[in-house]
């Protein structure tokens, strides 16, 4: 932690939160009364504040808007029983994101901004956090390039900034998806790996197409044979087949280096399964399912937490199964929960004390 960095504070005349219930709230549509902002000017951070929330100013030649130099995190921070505020492993997604910024050719954020800047800024806005069962207060920073040029090159100046959002459940029932076999989200070389916006950006049109049919999201699978599972939209993916636990690996860089993914591993290995990070087949699933032997199919996700999948669609086959059964995911679901709630014990040093 970042000792006496001390970020000049403009508060907020009067917070919305008086007049704002907190319980059954949608996904990433409120937002607490105050933001930080650093600006990258001349090789350096400068500009840093905390202000009241409120809109940008910015020219039409904005080199983001051209561009697409724009990267992102998701980070969730709870609330215990003492009513103590705590960020889940912040500084996991610092490493990510300057990872994110590294591939984007865009300047590192150092700490005293991402994480003592996030610290300050949820001390200010911790009554925020909901006290609500799967109600957390979800963290958005990011950055983009901010250039005024119509020229395709790297920006010389950047904007980074942190928001706060209050957020209930994500999927608020089982999900169902499509997988898909046409379009491609990432391929070895690309940008798969990276939290840029342009990676959703060009999922929607596909996500659509999937919406029509019904389902809630797709799950990608590889550029070169359309065969191998990749990541859901939203999510990292597990497949559940008796004793162990199939997910696919990071060795290509082209699915997301999940914090949640990796809490997930962690706590199904202290549950004595075995986890298989590996490629995995969507026929292979097929054959499993069909012998009875694909148990369970989830998601994890900052956003969408540990997210059950009762339907999963390939081709003209379709997987599903009965949520109310399962063992693993909800066990693993619950004991992720009562970590982060300060319920059970951190033993791994996730929790970071606002």
């Known amino acids: 932690m970042i000792d006496a960095y001390s970020i000049p504070v403009t508060k907020t005349e009067r917070s919305k939160l008086n007049d704002t219930p907190l319980e059954n709230i949608p996904f990433g549509k409120l937002f607490t009364d105050h933001m930080l902002v650093a600006d990258y000017i001349n090789g350096e951070w400068t500009n840093v504040e905390i202000k009241p929330y409120q809109n940008l100013s910015v020219a039409p030649s904005l080199a983001a808007i051209h561009y697409g130099q724009a990267i992102f ?11 103590e505020a705590f960020i889940f492993r912040p ?20 700490e005293e901004i991402f994480i003592e800047g996030m610290r300050q800024l949820i001390s200010l806005d911790k009554k925020w956090i909901p ?15 901010t250039d005024e040029v119509i020229g395709v090159k790297a920006s010389e100046t950047y904007k980074f900034m942190i928001i706060l959002s209050p957020t209930g459940p994500y999927y608020s029932t089982p999900a169902r998806i499509y997988v898909e076999e046409t379009y491609t ?8 790996f990276v939290k840029a916006a342009g990676n959703y950006g060009a ?3 596909v996500t659509a197409e999937a919406r ?17 599972a990749q990541e859901i939209g939203t999510m990292n993916v597990f497949f559940v087949t008796g004793n162990t636990v199939l997910t696919p690996d990071l060795e290509q860089g082209t699915i997301l280096n ?12 202290e549950m004595g399964y075995k986890v298989e990070e590996r490629e995995v087949s969507i026929e292979e699933m ?7 032997q694909l148990q369970e199919v989830f998601g994890t996700g900052t956003a969408a937490t540990i997210t059950p999948i009762r339907e999963l669609k390939y081709k003209d086959f379709v997987m599903t199964f009965n949520v109310e059964e399962w063992k693993a995911a909800p066990e693993m679901k619950r004991r992720l929960t009562d970590i982060r709630e300060g319920r059970a014990a951190d033993n791994h040093g996730w929790l970071f004390k606002v």
């Open 286 to 292: 097929i054959g499993l399912y069909k012998k009875g």
């Open 258 to 269: 999940g914090v949640t993914r990796s809490s997930a591993i962690t706590i199904m290995k």
């Open 203 to 205: 999922s929607m049109l």
């Open 91 to 110: 500084y996991d997604n610092w490493s990510r994101f300057n990872i994110s910024a590294k591939r984007m050719q865009m300047p590192e954020v150092p």
């Open 131 to 145: 006290d609500y069962a799967d109600h957390s207060l979800y963290i958005r920073p990011f950055m983009f390039s």
């Open 185 to 192: 989200r990432a391929a070895p070389g690309g940008i798969g």
């Open 73 to 83: 995190e998701g980070i969730k921070a709870y609330r215990n029983a003492a009513g």
């Open 212 to 228: 029509k049919q019904g389902y809630d999201q797709v799950l990608w699978t590889d550029s070169a044979e359309h065969k191998y």
